[in-house]
């Protein structure tokens, strides 16, 4: 089975640029997560969606970024226009079912995003 | 203050001993406790994880929580260099996870 996948693994910008950040989550997986991990920080949440429906975008910094989930597979996350703040590793991560010690979120390996 | 404080490290061992890694937490109402370990370049995955107070032991590894002191713990015996890796504490509430700093831990043969 393959895990989650991230695309691209690593990219470079300039600030003001616009970035897409693909998410393939596990097949059949309902629930899709992006989280952000800034340099000297922890992982931290960003929002979920549960098929094409944003749960909960609580995380979500500003309006900068934009999250979509057409049709309840892949994910996108874009950030227009890109700021130095926004560098990072955003990770993608995606559960089967809602609640309980079952929940296990898999997490993909992350796109590295550098803004200069 | 942030919900879950972790020591970020570095932590270095010989191969053999016991590592204990901790973290705190702030909010009484998270119910589940996880332990992901990330190596370089890769995202985190599950390791252990723990629902409300008690131990949990698989292997070599023993998740620890103690509620009454909002105190999680993982132990791993016989360190093996192949547990070098980042460990990061992360608690479940409600669909998101809110995790700790993570902590490097190198294991030296």
């Known amino acids: 089975e393959a895990g989650v996948t991230q695309f691209p693994s690593h990219s470079v910008i300039e600030k003001g640029q616009t970035v897409t950040l693909r998410c393939d989550p596990i097949?059949?997986?309902?629930?899709l997560y992006w989280y952000r991990r800034v340099m000297g920080k922890e992982i931290k949440f960003l929002l979920h969606?549960?098929?094409?429906?944003?749960?909960?975008e609580s995380g979500m910094p500003n309006n900068r970024f934009l999250a979509e989930r057409t049709g309840g597979t892949y994910s996108t996350l874009k950030v227009q226009p890109a700021e130095l703040e926004d560098s990072g590793v955003y990770f993608c991560?995606?559960?089967?079912?809602?609640?309980?010690?079952?929940?296990?979120?898999?997490f993909g390996p992350g796109t590295r995003l550098l803004v200069l | 203050q942030k919900e879950v404080e972790q020591d970020p490290g570095p932590l270095s061992v010989p191969e053999g001993a016991i590592v204990s890694l901790n973290c705190t937490y702030s909010?009484?109402?998270?119910?589940?406790f996880m332990w992901y370990r990330q190596y370089s370049r890769k995202g985190p995955e599950l390791l252990m994880y723990?629902?409300?107070?008690g131990n949990k032991e698989d292997g070599r590894f023993t998740a620890q929580v103690d509620k009454s002191s909002k105190y999680i713990s993982l132990f791993i015996r016989d360190s093996q260099p192949s547990d070098s890796a980042t460990y990061l504490c992360?608690?479940?509430?409600?669909?998101?996870?809110?995790f700790g700093q993570g902590t490097r831990l190198t294991i030296n043969p």
């Open positions: 991560a995606s559960s089967q079912d809602l609640g309980g010690p079952d929940e296990t979120q898999y």
């Open positions: 992360a608690i479940q509430g409600a669909q998101k996870l809110v």
């Open positions: 723990t629902y409300s107070s």
């Open positions: 909010n009484s109402a998270f119910q589940y």
């Open positions: 097949s059949g997986h309902d629930n």
């Open positions: 969606f549960v098929k094409e429906s944003k749960q909960d």
